[in-house]
């Protein structure tokens, strides 16, 4: 049906089987058409013969059909041979640079796994996926293509939050450059373990929160401000961390100043 929708259209009876349809004459293998109609049109004869000459590539042999395994030289499937394949494609894969955080909830971890594989629904990946759009350009700051590096790290919009951001944990590290930086740039504070738990959940969070704003003005056309983000991280951080974590003591008004201050 979807390689010849023109002889299909003709197919006198729709849920016929394969092998209603092949004559064999030894091992050779003709059409054994059924049809309501003969091929007339230019496109109906160049799918008849389409048809015709993949039928003449074929030699039954007349015996029954089988399974393969066409990952070992004997054609033999066993589970051995599977684990071996198996790790062999994994082992091929690049390693992730995203672990996920406990603190947080798991949407929010759910979303930083789908950014790191590129799979958030951006302009530019619906258009990947054949999805017809007005335009690419970004929703936030329509300047440049909307990709997830762009939404994300280098959006004017994303820019300012990340500033604010930083100023606000007291981080010194240079401006994030791309998905990689975004990732692991918590890496580099000093402190105690929590310390780098805590920053990368706030980087988890404003990721969350800047895709949030982006949808609101997709479907709602609300007006995106960096202010409303930066509050919606602080928040949303420090409710996340209060009630799923051991700092069930943290005070707002400290939290607000400097999400650190009790390491």
């Known amino acids: 049906m979807d390689r010849w929708p023109k002889l299909f259209l003709l197919e006198n009876n729709k849920n016929c089987s394969i092998s209603d349809r092949i004559e064999r004459t030894g091992p050779v293998c003709a059409l054994a058409a059924g049809w309501n109609a003969w091929p007339t049109t230019v496109e109906e004869i160049s799918e008849m013969q389409d ?3 993949l039928l003449a590539s074929v030699s039954f042999a ?15 499937f066993t589970v051995a041979n599977f684990k071996r394949n198996l790790s062999i494609n994994n082992n091929n894969r690049s390693p992730t640079l995203f672990k996920w955080e406990s603190w947080v909830p798991l949407k929010i971890n759910i979303h930083m796994w789908r ?7 951006t302009r530019l990946a619906l258009q990947r996926r054949h999805i017809l759009l007005p335009n690419t350009s ?3 700051c329509e300047v440049a293509d909307e990709s997830c590096g762009h939404i994300f790290v280098s959006c004017g919009f994303a820019v300012e939050v990340w500033r604010r951001i930083k100023t606000w944990c007291k981080l010194s590290f240079g401006r994030i450059m791309d998905i990689e930086d975004l990732l692991t740039f918590y890496r580099h504070v000093q402190g105690p373990k929590w310390a780098n738990k805590i920053i990368k959940g706030i980087v988890m969070t404003t990721c969350w929160a800047i895709w949030i704003v982006r949808n609101k003005k997709v479907f709602e056309n609300s007006a995106p401000k960096v202010a409303d983000v930066v509050a919606s991280v602080k928040s949303l951080s420090f409710l996340w961390l209060k009630s799923r974590s051991r700092f069930n003591s943290i005070m707002w008004k400290d939290w607000v100043m400097y999400p650190l201050y009790m390491l």
């Not at 950014?115 to 629904?121: A, S, T, V, Y």
């Open 51 to 53: 048809l015709s000459y």
């Open 62 to 76: 007349g015996s029954k059909d089988v399974w393969l395994w066409d990952e070992d030289s004997n054609h033999v």
């Open 115 to 121: 950014l790191e594989m590129d799979r958030l629904p």
């Open 138 to 140: 970004c929703s936030l």
